[in-house]
């Protein structure tokens, strides 16, 4: 095998690849990326088994092959060189040199044909969407996913397509967020799909912003196509709990709230929250929400921002970091807050989208509420 490659693009490869490769493999081979070089293309190619990722760009193919390098150390070498190009030449002893300029390097690497195949989707049901509608869906639900292990059903990004709409949900237990998006599918085909963290954020990290893309679905795996790069996943197994039976149908009282100001407000509150226990306040007044939090080995914070809020008071507590990470999930300049009581969810949307759980394909957050402490105030 023999290629040349501008530096820049081969670094931008591997890159893409090597987060995929597992820290400690099962098989050596796994710690090594996948090279082809074939047809004037370039593809690059890594797994743990269960997450796949193949990236393909032109190349100028100067004799045709395969061979498997360390991604660690490919990574860093390429990442370190200067030259505009390097040039690429692995002997039948799979020995890789490397050209940049007047420097040379030799890697030791596997043969090509031992590597793991990727799935075969041949069989599976393809869906057509643009890059920006799946980024979207994904960036809006997979910040909420579970990182407990134990509760291995919500560690994903759960996708379940009816009646040619399709709900993508991130949820730990203590926060939900959940989005729609009608898909062109024939409106007979429906599945429920649990896709893996760790595939949800390396497909994030490839989309972009133009570009179409296509969904491949079958029972046990999906992947993502793009124009120049492939994720396939193993779905998560286990049942999905009925998210619905948790959004509040309707909320006692709609507040708006500016986005940026709550978020600043919430950084200073959250100071003074306890080590293992972060929970403030709100406390709905007349016109005005106050935020509060004590502890005793801290200190104590009150802030205070105006609302259209003129009903009977609410306290309701939550913790700030949840509710930080829900607001820099949202896009508009003022969010809507939906809440009834102390011991109620609190629903967030954008707020020109609604508040119900019936809100079209608006992104819905919700937000479950922590015991209140007596001593804040």
């Avoid at 919430?266 to 293992?276: D, I, K, N, P």
Wanted: charged content about 20%; some cysteine; overall charge negative.
């Amino acid at each position: 095998m023999k290629f040349v490659i501008s530096t820049q693009e081969f670094n931008y490869l591997i890159s893409k690849c090597q987060h995929v490769v597992p820290p400690n493999p099962t098989m050596p081979i796994l710690s090594n990326i996948l090279i082809e070089a074939k047809n004037g293309e370039l593809t690059l190619t890594a797994t743990d088994l269960t997450v796949g990722v193949r990236c393909f760009t032109e190349a100028k193919v100067l004799e045709e092959g395969s061979t498997t390098l360390p991604a660690k150390k490919l990574s860093s070498l390429i990442r370190e060189l200067t030259s505009m190009n390097v040039e690429v030449t692995t002997n039948d002893h799979h020995v890789t040199e490397i050209i940049a300029d007047s420097s040379k390097f030799k890697l030791h690497g596997m043969a090509g044909s031992n590597f793991p195949d990727l799935p075969s989707f041949g069989d599976a049901t393809p869906v057509k969407l643009t890059q920006e509608q799946l980024k979207e869906m994904f960036f809006r639900t997979s910040f909420a996913v579970s990182k407990d292990d134990t509760r291995y059903a919500l560690t994903g990004v759960f996708l379940h397509i009816e009646n040619g709409k399709a709900s993508f949900v991130g949820t730990d237990g203590k926060r939900l967020a959940r989005t729609h998006l009608d898909m062109q599918v024939d409106p007979s085909f429906s599945g429920s799909y649990i896709v893996p963290i760790k595939a949800v954020d390396e497909i994030l990290k490839n989309l972009k912003e133009e570009g179409d893309a296509t969904l491949y679905l079958l029972n046990d795996k999906i992947a993502v196509e793009t124009e120049n790069s492939l994720h396939v996943s193993k779905l998560l197994s286990g049942d999905y709990p009925d998210v619905n039976r948790v959004i509040p149908e309707q909320s006692a009282q709609v507040v708006t709230l500016h986005r940026e100001e709550l978020l600043t407000l919430l950084r200073q509150v959250s100071l003074f929250t306890a080590e293992g226990y972060h929970s403030v306040r709100f406390s709905f007044g007349n016109g005005e929400v106050k935020l509060s939090a004590n502890t005793k080995d801290i200190g104590e914070g009150n802030v205070s921002m105006p609302v259209n809020y003129h009903a009977e008071q609410i306290d309701i507590a939550f913790d700030p970091t949840f509710f930080m990470d829900i607001l820099k999930h949202t896009r508009g300049e003022r969010v809507t807050l939906g809440v009834t009581d102390s011991f109620n969810p609190g629903v967030i949307t954008d707020s020109e989208e609604g508040t119900t759980a019936t809100a079209g394909n608006s992104p819905l957050f919700v937000l479950m509420p922590m015991r209140l402490s007596e001593n804040v105030g």
